[in-house]
């Protein structure tokens, strides 16, 4: 069974700093993948980054970058400069792949609410 | 186009009521899901189409009852339901099984039950 852990409920950080949100999971899987997400007070869920299991480098999309620890199976998601825009909860969510299979399961973790502070 | 469109934004309905949750999307993606979202948990999967084709469902009551009558509708049919089942769900869409694929969602329904 796969697991998601976000084990900080609520993160506050000052305007135009960085912050960094914690996300650990749990696998046997070796191919799965790891997303983020943001849903802010309207509910939408707003796909951030992904990163794969297989992949080298850490992803990045524009402010947003992922910090993958795979031996430590962890995916911490990393604002920069934040926005009091980017003030909302946060979601790591896995998808394993097993292949051939219909497990198309995006399971999610329990979230972190950010709130940024003029 | 990446837009998953769900309707209604708002839905309130009583326990001996029936009504439908819409969700199209126009992607080409051949992974449709439900999920159900209480207020300040995470989303809970509900169901998943893949091909059209039911491939999940996370032993969800039968009063509420999935349809995919094709590619790029998911409908989800609701009948006697109880206040609980009040909560956000959500219709997301992915490329298909891959877990490199991310899932586009809708804004959701606001579904109260009285």
């Known amino acids: 069974a796969q697991k998601i852990t976000q084990t900080q409920p609520g993160m506050f950080v000052q305007e135009k700093e960085a912050v960094t949100l914690d996300c650990t999971y749990d696998?046997?899987?070796?191919?799965?993948?790891l997303f983020w997400y943001k849903q802010p007070s309207s509910g939408e869920m707003i796909f951030l980054i992904y990163q794969g299991s297989y992949d080298e480098q850490n992803a990045t999309e524009g402010r947003y970058s992922l910090n993958f620890q795979k031996a430590r199976k962890s995916a911490n998601l990393v604002i920069s400069a934040s926005q009091l825009g980017d003030s909302a909860m946060y979601f790591c969510?896995?998808?394993?792949?097993?292949?051939?299979?219909?497990?198309?399961?995006?399971?999610f973790g329990t979230g972190t609410l950010l709130a940024v502070q003029p | 186009d990446t837009e998953v469109t769900q309707t209604p934004k708002h839905l309130v309905m009583g326990m001996t009521n029936k009504k439908s949750l819409k969700c199209e999307q126009h992607?080409?993606?051949?992974?449709m899901y439900w999920y159900k979202q209480k207020a300040k948990k995470p989303p809970e999967l509900m169901f998943v189409y893949s091909y059209e084709k039911l491939s999940i469902n996370e032993s969800v009551p039968s009063r509420f009852s999935p349809e995919c009558p094709n590619s790029s509708l998911l409908n989800l049919h609701l009948h006697a339901l109880q206040p609980e089942d009040s909560a956000l769900y959500l219709c997301?869409?992915?490329?298909?099984?891959?877990?490199?694929?991310?899932?586009?969602f809708g804004q959701g329904t606001r579904l109260t039950v009285v």
């Open positions: 997301a869409s992915s490329q298909g099984r891959d877990s490199r694929t991310e899932a586009f």
């Open positions: 696998t046997s899987d070796q191919s799965y993948g």
């Open positions: 969510a896995m998808r394993e792949g097993r292949g051939g299979g219909a497990t198309n399961k995006l399971i």
């Open positions: 992607m080409g993606h051949r992974a």
